[in-house]
T-cell receptor
Framework: GQQVMQIPQYQHVQEGEDFTTYCNSS?????IQWYKQRPGGHPVFLIQ?????EVKKQKRLTFQFGEAKKNSSLHITATQTTDVGTYFC???????????FGGGTRLMVKP | KAGVTQTPRYLIKTRGQQVTLSCSPI?????VSWYQQTPGQGLQFLFE???????NKGNFPGRFSGRQFSNSRSEMNVSTLELGDSALYLC?????????FGQGTRLTVV
């Protein structure tokens, strides 16, 4: 079945440093979504990428979808303590397929 | 619009018991998915319901079951609870591609 892998599992950064998490799927995806879960909270939708090679930005966050639609990345520039949490990617193969989540990357930011 | 509502928020059960969790999706959303979240396993897909029909199912034993009602509310049931069933159970409702999560039910099996 479809598998979505995410690396790294954990990342400690100093406030102000950049951060990147990578997501790889075993199969081609119709779209990729990113979610953020704050400690003690629930996953909250951040963004969806649909097109091959697509790049989207949300303030300090940059999301990319690979040309082959099998990988994606989330880059945070100049991290802040408010960025702390676990970032999940999630992909869906074909329409109607279940949404498969990566294992998440837990970001910790030292002030 | 009200968000996804899950009840109860916290639950403590004994091994061997059964439990029923409830999820009320966002109004107008017809798809409801359930996930189990544990520290070591991340978000594991349980099942997805759409218009009262199970559309997808994850790799969980038959002790885990669910259903969806005509008003799109969904319940999941776990029978013969095991210690390893302790987890945060998340429900997500969808309209189209995007998933909106509830706050979850934290189940502790002792």
């Amino acid at each position: 079945g479809q598998q979505v892998m995410q690396i790294p599992q954990y990342q400690h950064v100093q406030e102000g440093e950049d951060f990147t998490t990578y997501c790889n799927s075993s199969t081609t995806l119709s779209n990729i979504q990113w979610y953020k879960q704050r400690p003690g909270g629930h996953p909250v939708f951040l963004i969806q990428l649909v097109k091959s090679g697509e790049v989207k930005k949300q303030k300090r966050l940059t999301f990319q979808f690979g040309e082959a639609k099998k990988n994606s990345s989330l880059h945070i520039t100049a991290t802040q303590t408010t960025d702390v949490g676990t970032y999940f990617c999630a992909g869906r193969g074909n329409a109607g397929n279940m949404l498969t989540f990566g294992g998440g990357t837990r970001l910790m930011v030292k002030p | 619009k009200a968000g996804v509502t899950q009840t109860p928020r916290y639950l403590i059960k004994t091994r061997g018991q059964q439990v029923t969790l409830s999820c009320s999706p966002i109004s107008g959303h017809r798809s409801v998915s359930w996930y189990q979240q544990t520290p070591g396993q991340g978000l594991q897909f349980l099942f997805e319901y759409f218009s009262e029909t199970q559309r997808n199912k994850g790799n969980f034993p038959g002790r885990f079951s669910g259903r969806q009602f005509s008003n799109s509310r969904s319940e999941m049931n776990v029978s013969t609870l095991e210690l390893g069933d302790s987890a945060l159970y998340l429900c997500a409702s969808s309209f189209g591609e995007l998933a909106f999560f509830g706050q979850g039910t934290r189940l502790t099996v002792v």
